[in-house]
C-alpha cells in the first residue's frame, strides 16, 4: 500500500488500503469526541460495495447509511434534495463526518453535498470504479450537472482522505474497467513526454502494468492539484480529452445511448490530438497510431452532421471557456499540453464535420 499526500487529503492506495480506513474514523472521532460519521453509498451497486465495506471496517456498522441514486443521468441537484432534507431530519452536524461509497458520479454528487450542508461537512471519498480511483475521488472537485451542461455546480473541497483499495474492481463490468482506463491512458498521454502507444497499450492487457499505471494516475493528480488547486494553470490539462468528450457524453445522453464518460473522454482524446496536428505540431504519425489504439479499444463514436450544432453549443457552454471561444487541452508533443490556445467555434465544427466524414474513425 502506498501513503500519497494532496495538501490536507492523504490518499491510501493499493490492495489492503481499505484496512486503513478504521483508524482513520477511529481517530477523527477521537479528536472530535461528539461527532458521528454517516456513510453515503451509491444505490444502483450497494449489494455489491457495501458488504465489502463493512467487513474491512466493521465498526461502521452502527454508522447512519443512505443510499443515493447516483447515475450521470440524476447528477443533479434535485436528486440531492430528498438526501438533505433527511440529514436534516436526522442532525446531522458540522462535525458529521460523511463517508462516500461508490462511482464518479457518487464522489461528486457526495463530496457536493457534504460541501454545501451547513457549509460544509469533512468528508472521506471510497472509490469503487476504476475511473473514480484514477480521477474523481481525488483533486477535491465536486460537482452536479445543470440540465445537460457537465459539473457547471460545484465546489473546490479536498476530501479528508481516500481509500483506493482494488478489492472493488473484482465486481466492476468489463465495460467500466474500459472506462476508467481511459482517464489513466489521459495521464500518461500529458504526463510522459516518453509515451508510447506500444507500451500505453499493456494498460488494457497486462494487470500489473494497469495497476503500475494507476498508481502513476493518483500520484501526478496529486502533483498537479497541489500546485494548482483553483485550476487557474496547469491543473487545466487534467481537461485533455473533456472539451469533446463532455460534448459526446451529453449528446449520447440525450438520444438515451449513453456513453460512459471514459469511452467518451477516449474518443474527446482523439479529436483533440486532431486539432493538436493542426494547431500545435502534434505529429500526424503520432496521432494516427493513438486513434488505431483507441478504434481498436473503444470503437468509434458516430454522430450525423444534425448533430453538430448540437455538439457545438455543449463546448461553447463548457465552463472552462472565456466569452465565446474554446479552451480544449491540446499537446505539441506527449507530456507536453497547450491549455491556453483560443479556438473558434469555427474550427471546432470543421474537426466534427471531418470527423463525420471518416466515421468516427481519423486514421481510416
Ligand atoms: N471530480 C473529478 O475530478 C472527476 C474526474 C473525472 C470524472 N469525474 C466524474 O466521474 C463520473 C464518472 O464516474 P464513473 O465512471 O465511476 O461512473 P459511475 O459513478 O456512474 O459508475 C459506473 C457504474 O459502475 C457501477 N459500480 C460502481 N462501483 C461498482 C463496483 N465496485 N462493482 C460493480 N459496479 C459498480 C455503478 O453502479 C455504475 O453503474 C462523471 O460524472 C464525471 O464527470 C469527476
Redesign the pocket.
Known amino acids: 500500500m502506498k501513503t500519497i499526500k494532496d495538501q490536507d487529503c492523504t490518499i491510501y492506495a493499493g490492495e489492503g488500503s481499505l484496512s486503513q480506513l478504521q483508524g482513520e474514523v477511529a481517530r477523527y472521532l477521537a479528536a472530535e469526541p461528539d461527532a458521528t460519521c454517516v456513510v453515503l453509498c451509491?444505490q444502483?451497486?450497494a449489494k455489491?460495495?457495501f458488504p465489502v465495506l463493512l467487513r474491512a471496517c466493521p465498526s461502521l456498522r452502527r454508522c447512519k447509511r443512505y443510499f443515493l441514486p447516483?447515475?450521470?443521468a440524476q447528477?443533479h441537484i434535485e436528486t440531492l434534495l430528498p438526501l438533505w432534507k433527511q440529514w436534516a431530519d436526522d442532525k446531522l452536524d458540522r462535525k458529521t463526518l460523511v463517508i462516500n461509497l461508490?462511482?464518479?458520479?457518487?464522489?461528486?454528487m457526495g463530496g457536493f453535498a457534504a460541501s454545501l450542508f451547513k457549509r460544509g461537512l469533512p468528508f472521506i471519498n471510497i472509490p469503487?470504479?476504476l475511473?473514480?480511483m484514477a480521477?474523481?475521488s481525488a483533486?477535491g472537485?465536486?460537482?452536479v450537472d445543470l440540465g445537460e451542461i457537465?459539473?457547471i455546480l460545484g465546489s473546490f473541497n479536498r476530501p479528508r482522505a481516500v481509500f483506493v483499495d482494488p478489492v472493488?474492481?473484482k465486481?466492476?463490468?468489463a465495460r467500466?474497467m474500459l472506462?476508467?482506463m481511459a482517464?489513466i491512458l489521459k495521464m500518461q498521454c500529458i504526463c510522459r513526454t516518453d509515451f508510447s502507444v506500444q507500451r500505453a497499450e499493456k494498460i488494457f492487457t497486462d494487470p500489473e502494468y494497469l495497476n503500475e499505471a494507476l498508481l502513476f494516475a493518483i500520484k501526478n493528480k496529486a502533483l498537479i492539484t497541489q500546485q494548482d488547486f483553483k485550476e487557474e494553470n496547469i491543473r487545466k490539462t487534467l481537461n485533455f480529452g473533456h472539451t469533446f468528450g463532455h460534448a459526446f457524453e451529453a449528446l449520447a445522453l440525450r438520444k438515451k445511448h449513453p456513453i460512459?464518460?471514459?469511452e467518451a473522454v477516449a474518443h474527446g482524446m482523439v479529436c483533440e490530438l486532431y486539432l493538436s496536428c493542426r494547431k500545435c505540431g502534434f505529429t500526424r504519425a503520432r496521432f494516427e497510431s493513438f486513434a488505431r489504439l483507441i478504434n481498436a479499444r473503444y470503437g468509434s463514436f458516430t454522430y450525423t452532421e444534425k448533430d453538430i450544432p448540437a455538439l457545438l453549443n455543449y463546448m461553447v457552454n463548457d465552463k472552462k471557456n472565456k466569452g465565446r471561444k474554446i479552451y480544449p487541452v491540446l499537446l505539441s508533443d506527449w507530456g507536453k499540453c497547450v491549455f491556453d490556445k483560443a479556438v473558434f467555434p469555427l474550427v471546432i465544427e470543421k474537426t466534427l464535420h471531418d470527423n463525420t466524414k471518416k466515421n468516427g474513425r481519423y486514421n481510416a
Open positions: 451509491e444502483a451497486a455489491k460495495i447516483a447515475t450521470e447528477k461508490g462511482g464518479g458520479v457518487l464522489c461528486d469503487t470504479t475511473l473514480a480521477d474523481a483533486g472537485k465536486t460537482a457537465k459539473n472493488f474492481l465486481t466492476l463490468p467500466e472506462s476508467g482517464e460512459s464518460h471514459g
